[in-house]
């Protein structure tokens, strides 16, 4: 059977993949501890669910406009203005069935072949894969946890070619936990003036899940806003993975460039989702600071576990809910029976003797680390890390 070339330009999500074989332990009535995967373990906040029944019973049940309703349009503007402080207009926003969608459709929009898109390493496993089913070209710049997994600006003006379209990174980082403050943004944004034909693509989905201050977004500096496509969503914030909703805001003509390709793939999100989507936005943030408030205890218990654990060097996340530790040391070593040789046999390893998924860090671009998340009970992160630890101490 003869199937597209596209499908052999990108890979599967390696976050998937992982939580899959996971899965497929559990059936065989393995207790696997899931550490794989990025999504908050809360139920979405009772305000927000009450507005989706209400929106069946209205009878909201119709295809939708495909950027969004206007009213959750201005909703997400007035997120903008109270959380961030930056002016968008309706015609700015374009919502979609996810970040990830979001993501796609503007890497689509902006993308043509062979066109270079930095990512700085590590980066979500997707950014890569997008790029390729553009036919652009991935430039990676390799950060390092002594300089908190950041991307400096010289390293930015290095990776520079005539051919840079985008840079492309979050912060809060999936996987790292980086979070850049302003003053780091106003550096990029120093070498950004110089270059004024790139185009910034900041995925902010993380942006509540902050352990260290104020959430900063490079689109605060005014002269580069136009260039500047800010990614988020309600999955990460309000404990709506499920729920699918994801935004851009961006200059009017990627927006409706972004529009134009979503009304051939998937027309608007639903209809319920969206108006829940207005209530979850413009109403207390109490509920996601209280997921935030857990969030952070999980972090501090998941790092003095990990700090018991000898071999295991990891940088301190600054927001996001994983770790993301080097486990260089272990390569070479051995139970007797496996051998470690990278990050994707240490994973497996876990999974198959301590029965705990994660993700080997090459999905990120990061070949010496492993993403652990820590969005799961506080019993599961115990129970967890202590088989880890176990796991870890016969390897020799
Ligand atoms: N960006 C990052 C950095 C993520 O970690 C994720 C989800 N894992 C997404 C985007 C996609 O989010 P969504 O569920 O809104 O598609």
Known sequence: MELSSLLNRFSEPETLKMAKLGRELRAKGVDVIDLSLGEPDFDTPQHIKDAAIKAIHDNWSHYTPVAGYLDLREAICFKFKRDNNLDYTPENIVTSTGAKQSLANTILALVDDGEEVIIPTPYWVTYSELVKIARGKVVEVRTSAANHFKITPAQLEAAITPKTKAFLFSSPCNPSGA????????????????????????????????????HESIAQFSDLKDRIIIVNGLSKGFAMTGWRLGYIAANATVAKATEKLQGQFTSGTSSITQKAAVVALTTDLRPSMEMVEEFTRRRARTLELVKEIPGLTCFEPEGAFYIFPDVSSYYGKSDGTTTIQHAADFSMYLLNTAHVSSVMGDAFGEPNCVRFSFANSMGNIEKAWARIKEALAKLK
Not at 191 to 213: A, L, M, Q, T
Request: glycine share 6%; net charge negative.
């Open 179 to 214: 979070v850049y403050s302003k003053a780091e943004l106003e550096a990029l944004a120093v070498v950004f003036r110089k270059h004024p034909g790139i185009f910034i693509i900041s995925d902010e989905i993380y942006e509540y899940i902050n352990f260290v201050g104020k």
